[in-house]
């Protein structure tokens, strides 16, 4: 029997997702600033495409090399390799959408989640690189809760 723990937190993870773009896409709408909301798909879209990219080309490479075929370990590294700079781009234009509601928000946490994301993706071969990602969730999740009632925009400021 296995637990349906995983499945749930797929789930929530899923509607966090859904939930945060819901949210950039207000604070577009707000900002009168299509990039914001713009960038935030493209980016989260290029996320999901590296690693069901990198899981479709890894996972049977890696079956195939078990039953012995070395020439596996291309398809391996070529599902590695663009499930990484698929998400590593996803994440830079992900960072650009939450520079921008920065400015318009003046709430510098959102830049500062956006640079974690980004160091994360870039450490995700190594452990630290999911801490990073998480910690950026937190101060994203804390960055909304900052958000003043009247925004500063840089342009007010």
Known sequence: MTSPIPVIG????????????????????????SKIFTNAIIGIVLVAIGLLA???????SIVVLIYGNTTAMTGSLIGIIL??????????????????????TGVSLFNTAGIMFLIGSILIIIFIGTILAFIGWILLAIAFFSIPDEYKTAENT
């Open 10 to 33: 797929q789930i929530l993870a899923l509607v966090g997702f859904v939930l945060v773009l819901a949210a950039l896409k207000v604070i577009s709408n707000k900002a009168n600033n």
């Open 54 to 60: 990198g899981i479709i080309i890894f996972i049977p």
């Open 83 to 104: 499930g990484y700079v698929l998400t590593v781009t996803g994440f830079v234009i992900f960072r650009n959408a939450l520079r921008l509601v920065a400015n318009f």
